[in-house]
C-alpha cells in the first residue's frame, strides 16, 4: 500500500495551501497515485504557540476543507516539529505524533550541528516515550561533517525521512540510496505543499525505488511506511 507520511496540505496552517480548494486538489492527486493514507503534517513552530493553539488551528483546518469537498482520503493527524531549545520540555508534545503512533515528525534546523540538538531528541525519546522520525535528512549534508552526520544516523529509535525529490536528482539520490542499501532505518516522503512547484510524488518515488533497489530492500521500506501509519 502506497501511504505518505509528510506533507503539508492543510489550508492556512504554514507555507501549504492558502486555499481549501487546492487541498483538496493534492489529496485528489495522491489517490490517483494510487495513495491510501495520508498524515498531514504542518509545520509546528514551538516558540510561536503552545501546542493546544495549534491543535484547534488544525482541527479548524481540517473542517475547512471538509466544507469544501468530502475528504476521499484516511487523513491521519500530525505535524512537522521544529527542533528548538526547550523542545523537551515542551507541554503535551505527545499529542504531536502522527495518528495514534508513537511517531514524531522533527524537523532539524536549518544551521550546522549542535549537541543541543541531539539532548532535545534524546529528551523527547525519554521524557515522552516518542520515536522520532527525522524530516529530510539529505537536507543538511551542506552543514553537517561525517562526524555529525553519522551521530544523528545513531539514535536508537529514531527513522530517518528523505524528500521524494532526492531521488529525482543524481547527487542526492546517491546520498538516500546509499543510506539505505547502509541497513539504516530510511522512509521516502513528498513533504508535498502545493499542487505545481512541491507537488505530491509519492508514486514517482516508489517508481525510481522499485526500479533502483533490490525486492527486499525495496519491500522492507514499503513495509516500514505501513508501520508507521500504523496499516
Ligand atoms: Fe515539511
Redesign the pocket.
Known amino acids: 500500500m502506497l501511504v505518505e507520511l509528510?506533507s503539508?496540505f492543510l489550508p492556512q496552517m504554514d507555507d501549504g495551501p492558502e486555499h481549501a480548494a487546492v487541498s483538496i486538489e493534492m489529496l485528489a492527486i495522491w489517490r490517483m497515485q494510487g495513495v491510501e493514507k495520508v498524515a498531514a503534517?504542518p509545520?509546528y513552530i514551538p516558540h510561536r504557540e503552545p501546542v493546544n493553539h495549534f491543535l484547534t488551528r488544525r482541527s479548524e483546518a481540517l473542517v475547512a476543507m471538509a466544507g469544501v469537498a468530502p475528504l476521499e482520503m484516511e487523513i491521519l493527524l500530525g505535524a512537522?516539529v521544529l527542533i528548538e531549545k526547550g523542545l523537551s520540555e515542551t507541554e503535551d508534545l505527545q499529542l504531536l505524533a502522527i495518528g495514534n503512533s508513537k511517531h514524531i515528525l522533527l524537523?532539524l534546523p536549518y544551521f550546522p550541528f549542535k549537541e543541543w540538538m541531539l539532548e532535545e531528541i534524546y529528551g523527547i525519546i525519554h521524557r515522552f516515550g516518542l520515536n522520532p522520525l527525522l524530516?529530510?535528512l539529505e537536507r543538511y549534508t551542506k552543514w553537517y561533517n561525517d562526524t555529525d552526520l553519522a551521530r544523528v544516523l545513531s539514535i536508537r529509535g529514531a527513522t530517518f525521512q528523505i524528500n521524494n525529490d532526492a531521488l529525482f536528482k543524481m547527487s542526492t539520490r546517491r546520498f538516500a540510496l546509499e543510506l539505505v542499501r547502509g541497513g539504516f532505518p530510511v522512509v521516502f516522503a513528498s513533504?508535498a505543499?502545493n499542487t505545481d512547484t512541491r507537488p505530491p510524488n509519492t508514486k514517482a518515488a516508489d517508481k525510481i525505488l522499485a526500479s533502483k533497489l533490490k525486492t527486499a530492500e525495496w519491500q522492507a521500506l514499503t513495509e516500514r511506511n505501513e508501520d508507521m501509519l500504523g496499516v
Open positions: 509528510h503539508h503534517t509545520h512537522e524537523e524530516a529530510h513533504d505543499h
